[in-house]
């Protein structure tokens, strides 16, 4: 029988938490979930479609296997790939979608049977995940975990192809939530991260996530928590109240800006102006004492000039985030930006890059000096 699971995961927290959340259904079904490929029969793939060059490390890695293990292609590459993915690579066996993990365990039973004889197995239309699948009880550390409390995101900022790998936002019952939590603490975890793609967007019934972030607050076992990631559109400052009024909750927000050009933004669709998110910081920082801040940047997005490049800089100089993740542009299949004629040249992409890097690194060094004088 092949039993030996290994999985190999890409990407976001997102997609930490769903290769533990596969470990704990193929571990149910009896499979052995392995630390290694070495032993492994089975190698799962949980993948990142973001950038591009996240597709391609893991193109080249199943490349490597040469057809000596079943393959499985799961997560944001199936669902931009589908059945696709086998005429990419022919050693794929299974190709299973984000919404589509629930069906993992009964797919390998049935690709290794001996007597099976369908080599190429797909799902990639299911909807909705069951909510079961949050409750198999493993973790992967035994101090902290992810929580899902929302999937999907239906923002369609141009550059980004979630929307269409993840689908449309959906929320997760608060009441579940909070049992998966309890679940947690029971078994000794302490530390908490509520994800989404957009979590502060969060509601269910008349539990919107201010109010959810004070439920879980009140947990009795659970000593910190925070969460990821916040949209600037839906971030306001009743949220950095509850932040502040929240003893257990970790005072960092990421609060991705992405340009500090008027017109890039709007051609990025993000819903808000500079203006919009630097009162946003304002508001944070008069708020949340002490609270972190942390950035994501794309620099490149298609037609950006040099000179909206640099008011990019120049706000990454003003506002002094305690870290940025700073992105080089990648055309994503589906998206909007993708259309835009003008796209720019690699070179170029990289040398703006490598210059905001810079930038950054100086300030967070500064601050961390800052800091340190404090702190003595
Ligand atoms: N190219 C580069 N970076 C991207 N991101 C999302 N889509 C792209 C893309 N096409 C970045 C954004 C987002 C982070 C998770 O990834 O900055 O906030
Ligand atoms: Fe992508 Fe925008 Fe949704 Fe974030 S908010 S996942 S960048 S579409």
Not at 159 to 168: E, L, Q, S
Not at 199 to 224: M, T
Request: charged share 25%; aromatic share 10%.
């Amino acid at each position: 029988m092949l039993r030996n699971v290994f999985i190999k995961n890409f990407g976001c927290q997102m997609n930490v938490r769903d290769a533990q959340v596969i470990a704990g259904l193929l571990q149910k079904a009896g499979y052995k979930i392995m630390e290694s490929d070495a032993q492994a029969q089975v190698i799962i793939f949980n993948t990142c479609s973001v950038r591009q060059h996240a597709e391609d490390r893991v193109w080249s890695l199943i490349g490597s296997y040469k057809g000596t293990k079943i393959i499985g292609l799961v997560g944001c590459m199936a669902q931009n790939y589908k059945e696709g993915a086998f005429d990419r690579d022919a050693s794929i066996s299974f190709v299973v979608g984000p919404q589509d993990i629930a069906k993992l365990p009964e797919i390998l039973h049935k690709l290794t049977q001996k007597n099976f004889f369908q080599r190429k197995i797909w799902e990639t239309d299911g909807l909705k995940r069951p909510e079961e699948i949050y409750h198999t009880g493993y973790y992967q550390d035994k101090q902290k975990t992810q929580v899902v409390i929302s999937e999907g995101c239906s923002n369609f900022c141009s550059y980004c192809i979630v929307p269409y790998v993840r689908g449309a936002l959906r929320h997760r019952k608060h009441q579940d939530i909070l049992a998966e939590i309890k679940e947690a603490l029971d078994q000794g975890i302490t530390q908490v991260t509520l994800l989404g793609q957009n979590v502060n967007a969060y509601c269910d019934q008349a539990v919107d996530f201010i109010k959810l972030l004070a439920e879980v607050n009140a947990l009795s076992g659970l000593k910190e928590f925070d969460f990821f990631t916040s949209h600037p559109k839906d971030a306001h400052s009743d949220l950095f109240k509850a932040m502040q009024d929240a003893n257990k909750l970790t005072k960092r927000l990421h609060l991705p800006l992405q340009s500090g050009s008027e017109r890039i933004l709007k051609l990025m669709n993000r819903g808000y102006s500079v203006k919009d998110y630097l009162a946003l910081v304002d508001s944070y920082r008069k708020i949340v004492k002490e609270g972190k801040l942390t950035t994501d940047i794309i620099v490149g997005f298609p037609t950006e000039t040099l000179a909206e490049f640099s008011q990019t800089c120049a706000l990454v100089e003003k506002v002094k985030f305690n870290a940025a993740y700073i992105f080089k542009y990648s055309s994503r299949p589906h998206t909007a930006a993708a259309e835009i004629a003008e796209q720019l040249d690699f070179f170029e992409i990289q040398k703006r890059h490598k210059k905001i890097l810079d930038l950054q690194r100086k300030i967070s060094k500064k601050l961390n000096v800052k800091k340190a004088e404090r702190d003595k």
